[in-house]
């Protein structure tokens, strides 16, 4: 290996397994280098401005990766959030994120993502990490609030894939998946939404 590829993969090795250009930059790797890089097979690029290392652990979420890069304020959401939690069977064929309600909203045409737009007041409200990677997390909501959200939030259309997700939580968590909901709904201002919903599913 040459000494100027061997300073390249260096640098490269500070680097976290998924990076943006700017932390790329700031670990003293040029546009340049990261195009020498990638032709080496060192790095894929994901998404804009958006790479991972060869050598990083495999995962099948490089989609949620890329994306959380480009948005690191956001937090995985939606459908997306009930797929990672295994509330549903469908594979969403976009990102699902949510931004707080007067911040920026990104645009990210690859992949293919959906933004929402939360509320401020309760948008940080039953946050937690979600293991990507053994060294790799992503932000997203807990099982909790993706349900209720799902319920006050969806359209006609997605009614019943909410009230499946509700099913399958409450077979899973019993009494104390109840209790988390409505704490749920009673910050969220989702009680008239979830409350039939489970008398209905528990009866």
């Not at 061997?6 to 976290?16: I, V, Y």
């Not at 959401?77 to 699902?96: K, N, T, W």
């Not at 007067?102 to 959906?114: D, E, F, L, V």
């Not at 997203?140 to 894939?161: F, H, K, N, P, W």
Request: glycine fraction near 4%; hydrophobic fraction near 40%; charge should be neutral.
């Amino acid at each position: 290996m040459a000494g100027s590829e061997r300073r390249l993969s260096e640098r490269l090795s500070h680097l976290p397994p998924t990076f943006t250009a700017r932390a790329a930059y700031e670990a003293r790797l040029s546009a340049r280098d990261l195009v020498v890089l990638r032709e080496a097979g060192e790095i894929d690029e994901l998404s804009r401005s958006v790479y991972r290392r060869a050598d990083a652990e495999p995962t099948a979420h490089l989609d949620l990766l890329a994306v959380c890069a480009r948005a690191p304020q956001a937090v995985v959401c939606g459908e997306s959030a009930l797929s990672l939690h295994e509330l549903i069977d469908d594979i969403p064929h976009e990102v699902h994120i949510a931004v707080p309600r007067g911040s920026h909203r990104p645009a990210i045409s690859y992949p293919s993502t959906k933004v929402s737009q939360y509320a401020a007041v309760t948008f940080d409200f039953m946050v937690e990490r979600f293991q990507v990677t053994p060294q790799e997390t992503v932000p997203i909501y807990t099982t909790a609030r993706s349900v209720v959200d799902a319920m006050r939030l969806g359209r006609a259309e997605g009614r019943s894939l909410a009230l499946s997700a509700l099913n399958r939580y409450l077979r899973r968590t019993g009494q104390q998946g109840v209790a988390d909901l409505q704490r749920a709904a009673r910050e969220l201002g989702g009680m008239s939404a979830i409350r039939p919903a489970i008398e209905a599913v528990l009866a």
